[in-house]
């Protein structure tokens, strides 16, 4: 069964494309992660985000405190038995398609 959930009010949240606000959650079922749907801050991009690279936002009021020293972005997900691509400068790229065959956050080849 798959479920979409609106967030009333949004989340604000980092992600490995950057900080926004998570306006809808996606669950696939038992055998996925959780999709946040986030708008970034700096473009207004819209983002299907896995839960592995997200974070909520430090936040004084609500007792969550920034961590030691500078902040550690999630890092994307390595799917087992995909390894990750290498462009031209040698640096990783998508780490190709997901289980269903189709590519992680929404990008296209």
Not at 2 to 11: E, G, V
Request: hydrophobic share 40%; proline share 9%; glycine share 12%.
């Amino acid at each position: 069964m798959h479920m979409i959930l609106q967030l009333d009010p949004p989340l604000p949240m980092d992600t490995v494309r950057g900080a926004g606000l998570a306006h809808f959650m996606i669950d696939y079922g038992p055998e996925a992660h959780l999709m946040w749907v986030v708008f970034l801050k700096t473009d207004g991009a819209c983002w299907t985000v896995p839960n592995p690279e997200v974070r909520l936002q430090a936040n004084w009021s609500m007792q969550r405190r920034p961590a030691q020293g500078a902040f550690e972005q999630p890092t994307r997900i390595q799917m087992a038995g995909v390894e990750a691509r290498k462009g031209d400068d040698g640096q990783a790229t998508s780490p190709g398609p997901g289980l269903n065959g189709n590519r992680l956050n929404g990008e296209h080849h």
